[in-house]
């Protein structure tokens, strides 16, 4: 998105915004969002020892509070995000996010599909709620001792206002249980088992570019429309105006309300017209 330097609220518009603030509609608490895994790993890319059969198990992983931690680099993996990273199985990390449903830690198991050749592509869609904003997925980079690509504790609803659209570079990670140093290594159990570590610059891996990118679009938003920005959601208010007078003056993308990577006038206009109209 190009970036302007920046704007003041066109004074007109601002006191029209701060007309607007009797409004009042209904809102839910939920996302939905599309994410798409770009797997560029290839022989092309990384050609060292580029293994036959290049693939990615499935994408799995969970939103859930902050209470807790699928994964992270420098923790130790759990026995779920070893056999997931060993060998592509999913079964223990199910029942270890199951568990944390069964606190109320984590909302869902959220399971995104496999690439069954790498380079490729990899599109699924999931909700989430408020009171799950955090989400950490994982995926075995395959064959490989226990490397995966993933994300951990991102937070999707910053601010109280769902993330339009974010882009992350995936890297290789090794997950401290096995001590094999390339695709094809034999078994080779690490006891005890040591920290998560980004091996993006370690052999195979030297002076090669990402994995690939994960990518998660909004598709669908817990406000009625664009301009119920702020909590409580279910009322157009003086706190949605202070949310989009705030998003504009920071440039963030909740106020590029057109969506042309500009931040002026028509913006303003345009929020106006949503805030206008209420909710559906």
Known sequence: MRIPPPHRLPIISAFGLMALCGTSAQAQDTAEYTFEFIAEWSQQTHPTSFPNNAHFSNVIGANHTTDVQIWEPGGIA????????????????????????????????????????????????????????????????????????????????PDGVWVQEIVFDVYAYDSGTDSGINYGSPNA?????????????????????????????LISDAGCSLADLAEPYGDLNFFDVSAYLNAFSSQDIAADINNDGEFNFFDVSAFLTVFSAGCP
């Open 78 to 157: 759990t026995p779920g995000v070893e056999r997931m990273a060993e060998t592509g199985s999913n079964s223990v990390l199910i029942n270890e996010i199951q568990a944390h449903i069964n606190n109320d830690f984590a909302e869902q198991v959220v399971s995104l599909g496999s690439i069954g050749s790498s380079p490729g592509t990899r599109t699924g869609d999931f909700t989430m709620h408020k009171d799950f904003p955090m989400m950490s997925l994982v995926s075995m980079i395959a064959p490989s001792p226990d490397w995966f690509v993933g994300i951990h504790d991102i937070d999707m609803r």
């Open 189 to 217: 159990d690490v006891t005890p088992h040591v920290p998560i570590t980004n091996i993006s610059d370690i052999f195979p891996f030297t002076g090669t570019p990402r994995i690939g990118t994960f990518r998660f679009t």
